[in-house]
């Protein structure tokens, strides 16, 4: 079922953002174009307040998306009919989550793909990938490992930062009133809350110790591995507990706008 969920939640979610990319793109052109025709004139300053103020765009809609299609979704009117489906509520949390994290995706891939789109317009694509490719030079191959572990952790982290969103609007739907204040309320505790667990482990050194693996140039990665192992479990951990308060207060104390 959960299959069939995602079959419509990431298409509905790309009726929206989709175009605002595709301009993005469009914008990337245009602003690429008028970096390497345009010495000056209106175009040059015209092509980057659109590309600016589509970027913008962008990313405020991603935001709002990922809030407004789990509020309405799970918590506002849609949910009257969306809670009578034979689905469970670890689908429907999930759901939610995993097409956020689609999007967030196809969203840094767009960015990716902006960024390229300008250089080679631009005619500094060659440039770039040449100091690009010398970055790489002299970095031992146990590096990549260490690269896909910062991506590994980087996902899930993500997911991590979806959930807090989700958690923090269903703890605010708990308020007879104002829930939107309220929900923004329970987001600041709940970073107030990670960050205290986070300075616990700064005061145990592992910051000083990344930053030292780090500026050795993974000389050493046994520590970084290390690292990013602890990394992985406490973004779970924060992930679990996350799921765990939406899944809880959506089955025992659902309260619909």
């Not at 405020?60 to 509520?89: C, H, K, W």
């Not at 146990?142 to 923090?168: D, H, M, Q, R």
Request: net charge neutral; proline share 2%.
């Amino acid at each position: 079922m959960l299959a069939k969920l995602l079959k419509y939640e990431i298409p509905t979610m790309g009726r929206r953002l989709g175009p605002l990319l595709l301009a993005w793109l469009v914008a990337s052109v245009l602003l690429g174009v008028s970096l390497n025709v345009f010495n000056d004139g209106f175009l040059q300053v015209l092509a980057p307040l659109i590309y600016g103020m589509v970027t913008t765009a962008v990313f405020v809609m991603y935001v709002i998306l990922i809030i407004q299609r789990y509020n309405s979704s799970l918590l506002g009117d849609e949910a009257y009919f969306n809670l009578t489906l034979p689905v469970s509520m670890n689908e429907h949390i999930a759901n939610k989550a995993i097409s956020a994290l689609v999007w967030t995706v196809i969203t840094g891939l767009a960015a990716l793909a902006s960024v390229l789109i300008i250089a080679a317009v631009s005619g500094g694509l060659g440039f770039a990938w040449r100091q690009f490719m010398e970055g790489f030079k002299g970095i031992p191959a146990a590096a990549y490992l260490a690269l896909l572990e910062v991506l590994v952790v980087g996902i899930f982290s993500i997911v991590k930062s979806i959930l807090a969103i989700y958690a923090a609007i269903t703890i605010g739907h708990q308020a007879s009133q104002r829930t939107t204040l309220a929900s923004i309320g329970a987001y600041i505790v709940l970073m107030i809350i990670e960050s205290s667990i986070g300075s616990v482990f700064v005061s145990l050194g592992l910051k000083a110790e990344a930053n030292l693996y780090v500026n050795e140039q993974f000389q050493d990665l046994e520590g970084f591995h290390l690292i990013m192992l602890v990394s992985l479990i406490v973004t779970l951990l924060y992930s679990a507990a996350y799921f765990f308060i939406c899944k809880y207060l959506m089955e025992k104390r659902l309260n619909l706008a």
